[in-house]
């Protein structure tokens, strides 16, 4: 008995394939709402007086200054004191203790820093040359 291959190629191209959505979008769903919900619980257990600075427990060295790249790095100001001098590589060194308690502002696009120290550190303290 020889095999009718036209009729069963006919019958295939009649019935088109029909996929069902709906489990799908149950699926997803699901996972919308775990997200939700985890997501959530993970704020609110973070506490929210954080500044975004990194804690003493943070830091991986005992170095006094810290490298601040700035991409066209020009002008950097420390309480109105041009420190321009020390720019080096477009990045510039700058003091622990003005992260933690003095102000950093970054103007990237004018290649600018403006520093306001701690009081009682001059300008020459605060930033200074990188040394590599």
Do not use: C, W
Request: glycine content about 6%; hydrophobic content about 35%.
């Amino acid at each position: 008995m020889p095999l009718d291959t036209k009729r069963y190629k006919n019958r295939l191209r009649r019935n088109k394939a029909q996929v069902n959505l709906v489990p799908l979008i149950d699926v997803i769903f699901t996972i919308l709402i775990f997200l939700m919900v985890t997501s959530s619980f993970q704020a609110a257990t973070q506490t929210s007086t954080t500044s975004g600075k990194p804690e003493v427990s943070q830091t991986s060295g005992t170095s006094e200054y810290y490298l601040i790249p700035v991409a066209g790095l020009k002008n950097v100001t420390v309480n109105g004191v041009d420190m321009s001098q020390d720019i080096k590589n477009g990045a510039i060194a700058v003091h622990t203790d003005v992260i933690d308690e003095g102000e950093i502002v970054i103007k990237s696009k004018e290649g600018a820093i403006i520093i306001t120290t701690p009081t009682g550190m001059s300008p020459e303290e605060a930033v200074t040359t990188p040394s590599s």
